[in-house]
């Protein structure tokens, strides 16, 4: 720790700016914590050694969040990717309690799978022994329909960069900054859409 340019800079002896810029300089408890870490060999206890900065900064935000803030913070990151991936294509938006619905579909279409997908996240609730009267998960969870294959692969292409399996119907996602599932818009025929819920809830 002696050695390291991170301390250097913490106490403001590595030239330049002393860090943190524009906060207040780390106690010697903070520091006593840092130096520690790095003579103990400042291995990485995060998630994902590859993520960015913006993504650990994005998800130590989130962490704080209220279940409204994250609920609120899940919708902007639906909206934009709605955008991204079928600009130019309005949209409808649905609110139930644990579900942000988002479609081409008409508000009566979305509200009705609004309502079958409460319906199979409550019975989850109670399989899982989990109060009903709190969320089951901290934040709204988002639901992308699509009418045809082309969009729901061009969700996959501009949204998660990379091409989805012809054979799939829908897949979900989720860590703490968001949640959502992506589906072609099921018909009884095709696929179960309580499959897809009862994964993504």
Same mark, same amino acid.
């Given at each position: 720790?002696?050695?390291?340019?991170?301390?250097?800079?913490?106490?403001?002896?590595?030239?330049?700016?002393?860090?943190?810029?524009?906060?207040?300089?780390?106690?010697?408890?903070? !520091?006593?914590? *840092? #130096?520690?870490?790095?003579?103990?060999?400042?291995? +990485?206890?995060? @998630?994902?050694?590859?993520?960015?900065?913006?993504?650990?900064?994005?998800?130590?935000?989130?962490?704080?969040?209220?279940?409204?803030?994250?609920?609120?913070?899940?919708?902007?990151?639906?909206?934009?990717?709605?955008?991204?991936? !079928?600009?130019? *294509? #309005?949209?409808?938006?649905?609110?139930?309690?644990? +579900?942000?619905? @988002?479609g081409s579909l008409t508000e009566a279409q979305l509200s009705a799978f609004g309502k079958q997908a409460e319906a199979i996240r409550k019975k989850v609730?109670?399989?899982?022994?989990?109060?009903?009267?709190?969320?089951?998960?901290?934040?709204?969870?988002?639901?992308?329909?699509?009418?045809?294959?082309?969009?729901?692969?061009?969700?996959?292409?501009?949204?998660?960069?990379?091409?989805?399996?012809?054979?799939?119907?829908?897949?979900?996602?989720?860590?703490?900054v968001d949640a959502y599932g992506a589906l072609i818009v099921p018909t009884s025929e095709e696929y179960s859409f309580d499959g897809l819920v009862v994964?993504?809830?």
């Amino acid at each position: 720790a002696d050695e390291s340019y991170l301390i250097k800079k913490l106490l403001g002896t590595g030239g330049g700016q002393q860090m943190p810029v524009n906060g207040d300089p780390f106690d010697d408890p903070k !520091m006593e914590l *840092i #130096s520690t870490w790095i003579n103990e060999g400042a291995t +990485f206890d995060g @998630i994902d050694f590859g993520q960015s900065l913006g993504r650990v900064v994005a998800i130590a935000r989130v962490e704080k969040y209220t279940h409204e803030e994250l609920a609120a913070e899940r919708r902007k990151i639906a909206l934009q990717n709605w955008n991204l991936s !079928m600009s130019g *294509i #309005s949209s409808n938006q649905v609110d139930t309690d644990s +579900f942000l619905l @988002i479609g081409s579909l008409t508000e009566a279409q979305l509200s009705a799978f609004g309502k079958q997908a409460e319906a199979i996240r409550k019975k989850v609730q109670v399989i899982l022994k989990l109060p009903q009267s709190k969320p089951m998960i901290k934040g709204r969870i988002s639901l992308f329909f699509f009418n045809q294959r082309y969009d729901y692969s061009e969700f996959g292409k501009m949204v998660e960069q990379r091409a989805l399996p012809r054979e799939w119907r829908g897949h979900f996602r989720f860590d703490i900054v968001d949640a959502y599932g992506a589906l072609i818009v099921p018909t009884s025929e095709e696929y179960s859409f309580d499959g897809l819920v009862v994964l993504v809830g």
